[in-house]
């Protein structure tokens, strides 16, 4: 047995690798830089982790996700491998630390953002380290042409001269040919070898369905669904709505969205992944690193934003190999109002701008200033005093982020402190003629230790939610308390933070990213165009479209989706019985592709396509997940 082999069945209890895994592990202790483009749950972590383990040093694995990395982290833990994240950390000397245990302390993994390998620290101490393997995830985010374009993914590269020795290996599940040029030529790889897996899934049916009564649709689908199930909704509000209204029809449900407390996250994730619950209701938040292997069935009640979103959420279903259903639920009207909007949504140079000003007037940043302060910022007040759009302005925001103009934090809820300053008797008489404050007090001493003796963080919602009070009924009783000396309180009215990253140069910060904003404007509306297409093209296999999108134009018809199963019964075997005799023949040999068929037969490439729909459909073929046709096993 190989040294990768027992690595795999010492930690992961496996005993065989799955299509390319092995090609891949090798090619990269032969110190080979690599592309790795593999389907969502080809295993592309075990392409790092295993060559990883046998190799000398430390791994970097720079990921964009801070759940993802945490999530690695903690399976790599668990299974008694040192492994840690740069996340979350408050304090110049936590970083130091944890560097300093990648340097001194044997560890095998490090994983942290591309915008934290920026860091002049981090860089200084990555000189240090024993980095003989640099991994890459979700790579696509280096291009411009990706769905998720991430600008400091561009400055990994810079990474090679700290760990000139290092390998790289560049990984993702969705890029298509021209993403795959931009990862290599952005990531500076050495004569890289690319490692592509057919993103065909023989278990998954591909669904779009027309039904204006959508709730009773998804109770239908539901019902008749015995596994674990994702629910993709465009909206946070329509999240708990939906799961409320399944769990009032005996569905247990449970909800999931961005503006969650990370303890709220993991409690709906840990609810779902334990089976508590037997639907999480989500918007795409609930992304990157999800892997459940009893997923039966994805639903998509709107519109996906682009293709690659949508493979990949729908990709998570039927990740234990069984039957599983990605079903696009789509109302009557949807596709005419959903593409005008996500139009109108997309937000141009000029729209850029304006924010960029407003947002520099509302904080009075003079023109050369950097002001380097963090600045509490409320989002809907800055909306309604400029009259703008919400949803246009948090992209903008995203937009200024993303090019590193600002940093802009979100916190979701009123961040508030409190310190009891008097003692119990004093306290009591500060409520004796005014029950709310009585029942406001009592509900924080019985809920926060630790009032009495330190500022203590507290939860307004969570206080007006126990006490079905509103939350500035708590916040006005609590400021009159502190006015009195009785309590130390703080509450900002804020709900996110901007701090800015240059000094303030209106059109020409804004200039220096308009080629890159227009390309990427340009690039959106092709991948919404090409997801109307998928919807309304119903001549031709779900499955196919997807894998032609993604450069895979000799997949076979999957036979499952809604068009096979439609137009089934209607084709006509028109086709000579030697051809069917010489096509078996030649894959009782070796399994071979539609094209490897066509180039060693004498038949055309639609005879030998329709012979192979056909021997499928009578099951005497059967497809790999490479795209191979071969005998199959009575």
């Excluded at 760990?163 to 050495?190: G, H, N, R, S, W």
């Excluded at 247990?252 to 503006?259: A, I, K, L, N, P």
């Excluded at 302060?373 to 005093?385: A, I, P, V, W």
């Excluded at 508030?416 to 306290?427: E, G, K, R, S």
């Amino acid at each position: 047995m190989s040294i990768p082999h027992q690595i795999l069945k010492r930690y992961w209890k496996f005993s065989e690798f799955r299509p390319h895994q092995l090609e891949i592990i090798e090619a990269v202790l032969d110190q080979q830089d690599c592309i790795a483009l593999l389907p969502t749950a080809g295993g592309k972590s075990i392409c790092f982790q295993i060559p990883a383990l046998i190799k000398e040093g430390i791994c970097i694995v720079i990921s964009p996700l801070i759940a993802l990395m945490q999530d690695q982290v903690k399976g790599l833990n668990a299974k008694g491998i040192k492994a840690t994240a740069l996340t979350n950390l408050d304090q110049l000397g936590d970083l130091e630390r944890i560097l300093d245990n990648c340097i001194f302390g044997n560890y095998k993994f490090l994983y942290l953002s591309p915008e934290r390998l920026q860091n002049a620290l981090v860089q200084e101490r990555i000189k240090s380290m024993d980095v003989h393997l640099i991994a890459v995830d979700e790579a696509h985010c280096i291009s411009q042409w990706g769905h998720d374009f991430r600008p400091a993914y561009r400055s990994i590269k810079d990474i090679r001269s700290l760990c000139p020795k290092a390998t790289v290996l560049a990984l993702t599940a969705t890029a298509t040919k021209k993403v795959i040029c931009e990862i290599d030529e952005q990531l500076a790889l050495k004569q890289s070898k690319l490692f592509k897996g057919s993103f065909f899934r023989k278990n998954l049916s591909y669904k779009t369905i027309i039904f204006e009564d959508k709730n009773f649709k998804i109770k239908a689908l539901l019902k008749n669904n015995k596994q674990s199930a994702i629910v993709y909704t465009s909206s946070r509000r329509a999240t708990q709505q939906l799961a409320q209204m399944l769990n009032l029809n005996g569905i247990s449900s449970g909800y999931y969205h961005g503006g969650l407390s990370n303890k709220e996250k993991e409690h709906q994730y840990n609810q779902w992944i334990s089976d508590k619950t037997n639907v999480i209701v989500a918007t795409n938040a609930f992304g990157m690193g999800i892997d459940k292997a009893n997923v039966s069935l994805v639903v998509h009640t709107d519109i996906p934003e682009s293709l690659e979103h949508y493979f990949q959420e729908a990709g998570r279903a039927g990740r234990n190999q069984e039957k599983a259903e990605a079903v696009l639920l789509i109302g009557t009207n949807d596709i005419q109002n959903t593409q005008k909007w996500r139009i109108e949504q997309i937000v141009d140079v000029p729209y850029i701008k304006l924010i960029y000003k407003k947002l520099c007037a509302y904080f009075q940043i003079a023109y050369g200033e950097l002001s380097e302060e963090k600045h509490g910022f409320n989002f809907d007040s800055f909306c309604t005093s400029y009259g703008l759009a919400k949803r246009k302005t948090y992209d903008s925001l995203k937009v200024l982020e993303r090019h590193g103009l600002i940093v802009f934090e979100e916190y979701f809820k009123k961040k508030a402190t409190i310190f009891f300053l008097v003692n119990h008797n004093t306290l009591q008489k500060s409520f004796e003629h005014n029950d709310k404050l009585r029942l406001i007090v009592t509900c924080i001493l019985r809920t926060y230790e630790g009032v009495n003796s330190q500022e203590t963080n507290i939860d307004i919602g969570k206080v007006a939610k126990t006490l079905h009070l509103n939350e500035d009924e708590i916040i006005e009783n609590l400021n009159a308390l502190h006015a009195k000396e009785i309590v130390r309180f703080k509450c900002k009215n804020s709900d996110a933070q901007i701090t800015f990253v240059q000094p303030r140069e209106d059109d020409r910060a804004i200039h220096r990213i308009s080629k890159v904003v227009s390309t990427q404007n340009k690039n959106k509306l092709k991948k919404i165009k090409a997801v109307i297409h998928y919807i309304e093209n119903n001549s031709v296999c779900k499955s196919q479209q997807l894998l032609t999108y993604f450069d895979e134009p000799e997949s076979m018809p999957c036979g499952t989706c809604n068009v096979c199963t439609e137009n089934k019964g209607h084709s006509h075997n028109n086709f000579e019985k030697d051809n069917v005799d010489l096509i078996l023949k030649a894959l009782k040999v070796k399994p071979m592709t539609s094209r490897e068929l066509v180039s060693n037969l004498s038949i055309s490439s639609n005879e030998v396509i329709a012979i192979l729909r056909h021997l499928l459909e009578v099951e005497q073929i059967q497809q790999s997940q490479i795209n191979e046709f071969q005998i199959k096993c009575p």
